[in-house]
C-alpha cells in the first residue's frame, strides 16, 4: 500500500472522528526539555496526532534546556506533522544538555534534509517567556493547558514576568486570566525501589526554578502531577518501535529512539503520561489524588502534603488502567501524521 494512500485513509477515519467530538479541541502549550531523553520526542508526536484528531491545539512548544540543536530539531519534528509554523521559545539560562538524538535534525539524504525544517540555531528564536506571553494573551480567558515536562525554568520565568508591551498583565494575572490547568511530569508520590527520599530528575536538575514555581504559581490555577512511579509503570513497547512505524523510509520517531534507547529496552512513558491526562482528562485513564500541596525541599526532594481546598493533585493508575494507558500510548505515538509530505 502507498504512502499517499494511507495518508488519505488515516485523513478520512480522522475527519470521521471529528464528527464525534463534541468538546472544543484542547489549547495546549507544551513545555518540555527535549534533549537528553526521547520520551518528549514520543510526546511532542502524540500532541500532534491527538491534533489530527481534533482533540488538540498545539498552540507553542516552549524548550527547558539548553542545547543548540533543541530549536532546530523540535521545528523538524513539528514539519514533519505538518505544523512547522508552531511558534518555538527557548530558555537562555538552564541546564545545558548532551543529547543521543537532536543530531538527526542535520542528517541529509542526496543533499536533502532528511527532515526539513526552517530554524537553523535556536539564536534565532525568541525567549520562552516572550513565546508563552504572547500565546496566552492570544488565546480566551481560562482556555490554555499547559504541559511542562522537563525543568520548571519557563513557568517560573513566566510567572515571575512583569507587565510588558505584549500585556498589561503580570505572569500571575496573566496565568489566572488565561490558563485553565497545568500537567506537570516531576516528582514521585510513592518510594522508588524501596527509595522513600527520591530524587527526581527534573526536579534534581533545577531545584530552584522547581520550587519558584510551587512557591508561586496561583492557589486558583491547578497543577496535576504525573509522578516517576507512573511513567515506569507504563513503558513503551520496543515491539513497537519495529513494527509500527514502517509506514514512512525513515521515521524521525522511530530513529530518536532507538539512537536513544536501542531496539532492546522499552522506555518509560512519563512524559507522555501528562499529556494524555492534559488532553483526555475524563477518560479515565488515571484517578486523582486528594488535593494537597507540593513543596520542594532544597535537595529536590518532592512532598505533598494534603489540604482540602490544595491547588495540587497527583495520578494514580492501577493495573486495569495502567493495561488501557499503554495500549492508548502505542496508538497515538505511532499514527501516521494526517499532513502527509507529498
Given at each position: 500500500?502507498?504512502?499517499?494512500?494511507?495518508?488519505?485513509?488515516?485523513?478520512?477515519?480522522?475527519?470521521?472522528?471529528?464528527?464525534?467530538?463534541?468538546?472544543?479541541?484542547?489549547?495546549?502549550?507544551?513545555?518540555?526539555?527535549?534533549?537528553?531523553?526521547?520520551?518528549?520526542?514520543?510526546?511532542?508526536?502524540?500532541?500532534?496526532?491527538?491534533?489530527?484528531?481534533?482533540?488538540?491545539?498545539?498552540?507553542?512548544?516552549?524548550?527547558?534546556?539548553?542545547?543548540?540543536?533543541?530549536?532546530?530539531?523540535?521545528?523538524?519534528?513539528?514539519?514533519?506533522?505538518?505544523?512547522?509554523?508552531i511558534p518555538i521559545g527557548v530558555t537562555r539560562d538552564?541546564?545545558?544538555?548532551?543529547?543521543?538524538?537532536?543530531?538527526?535534525?542535520?542528517?541529509?539524504?542526496?543533499?536533502e534534509w532528511r527532515y526539513p525544517h526552517d530554524v537553523r540555531s535556536n539564536e534565532d528564536l525568541p525567549d520562552a517567556v516572550t513565546v508563552l506571553r504572547k500565546t496566552l494573551m492570544a488565546q480566551?480567558?481560562?482556555?490554555?493547558?499547559?504541559?511542562?515536562?522537563?525543568?520548571?525554568?519557563?513557568?517560573?520565568?513566566?510567572?515571575?514576568?512583569?507587565?510588558?508591551?505584549?500585556?498589561?498583565?503580570?505572569?500571575?494575572?496573566?496565568?489566572?486570566?488565561?490558563?485553565?490547568?497545568?500537567?506537570?511530569?516531576?516528582?514521585?508520590?510513592?518510594?522508588?525501589?524501596?527509595?522513600?527520599?527520591?530524587?527526581?530528575?527534573?526536579?534534581?536538575?533545577?531545584?530552584?526554578?522547581?520550587?519558584?514555581?510551587?512557591?508561586?504559581?496561583?492557589?486558583?490555577?491547578?497543577?496535576?502531577?504525573?509522578?516517576?512511579e507512573i511513567g515506569i509503570a507504563v513503558r513503551y513497547p520496543r515491539e513497537s518501535i519495529a513494527r509500527d512505524f514502517s509506514y514512512r523510509s525513515h521515521h524521525i520517531v522511530r530513529e530518536a529512539y532507538l539512537l536513544h534507547s536501542g531496539p532492546e529496552h522499552d522506555r518509560p512513558s512519563w512524559d507522555l503520561t501528562s499529556v494524555l491526562y492534559a488532553v483526555r482528562p475524563d477518560d479515565g485513564y488515571f484517578t486523582l489524588s486528594q488535593p494537597g500541596r507540593v513543596t520542594v525541599e532544597d535537595d529536590g526532594f518532592l512532598k505533598f502534603q494534603p489540604e482540602e481546598l490544595g491547588r495540587d493533585r497527583y495520578l494514580e493508575m492501577n493495573s486495569e488502567q495502567a493495561i488501557r494507558v499503554r495500549e492508548v500510548l502505542r496508538?497515538?505515538?505511532?499514527?501516521?501524521?494526517?499532513?502527509?509530505a507529498p
Open positions: 500500500m502507498s504512502l499517499r494512500l494511507i495518508c488519505g485513509i488515516v485523513l478520512a477515519l480522522l475527519q470521521l472522528s471529528e464528527v464525534s467530538v463534541a468538546r472544543e479541541p484542547v489549547r495546549v502549550i507544551f513545555d518540555t526539555d527535549i534533549s537528553g531523553d526521547v520520551d518528549d520526542v514520543l510526546a511532542l508526536a502524540m500532541l500532534h496526532t491527538l491534533a489530527d484528531r481534533g482533540e488538540c491545539e498545539l498552540l507553542a512548544v516552549t524548550i527547558s534546556k539548553i542545547n543548540p540543536l533543541t530549536g532546530p530539531f523540535t521545528d523538524a519534528v513539528n514539519t514533519f506533522y505538518g505544523r512547522g509554523e538552564a541546564q545545558r544538555r548532551e543529547s543521543r538524538y537532536l543530531k538527526l535534525v542535520n542528517e541529509k539524504d542526496e543533499e480566551p480567558d481560562h482556555s490554555v493547558v499547559l504541559i511542562q515536562v522537563g525543568l520548571a525554568a519557563n513557568l517560573a520565568d513566566l510567572v515571575e514576568s512583569k507587565a510588558d508591551e505584549i500585556s498589561p498583565l503580570s505572569g500571575k494575572e496573566l496565568i489566572r486570566q488565561k490558563v485553565s490547568l497545568v500537567s506537570v511530569m516531576a516528582g514521585a508520590f510513592e518510594p522508588i525501589d524501596g527509595n522513600q527520599h527520591f530524587l527526581e530528575a527534573n526536579i534534581r536538575n533545577g531545584i530552584k526554578s522547581m520550587q519558584r514555581f510551587v512557591n508561586q504559581w496561583p492557589r486558583e490555577v491547578p497543577v496535576i502531577w504525573s509522578g516517576f496508538d497515538l505515538v505511532s499514527q501516521p501524521p494526517a499532513r502527509c
